[in-house]
């Protein structure tokens, strides 16, 4: 099991859980308003395939879910950048 979020040879972010257990990292999908969290993805590219599919208000971000609930909270910056 990845116990953090970290990037891969190629700067690529990798999904994995926060050493709590609880805190998944990865590609989030939301939608503002009203709020939706559609899913959370390891890779960037499934995330905006999702978004796509919802359609318009969806966004994706990288960021952190507390497993079991509707919480994703994204700072704006990816660890990788």
Known sequence: ???YADCDAF??????NY???TTLSGWGVVRGNPWT????????????????ELGEGYEVHW???REGTDDFVWSGT???A
């Open 11 to 16: 700067g690529e972010l990798k999904m994995g």
């Open 63 to 65: 960021g952190d879910n």
């Open 1 to 3: 099991m990845i116990l």
């Open 37 to 52: 969290f559609a899913g959370i993805f390891p890779s960037k590219e499934a995330a905006q395939a999702k978004a796509d």
């Open 19 to 21: 050493v709590d257990g």
């Open 78 to 80: 990816t660890p990788c």
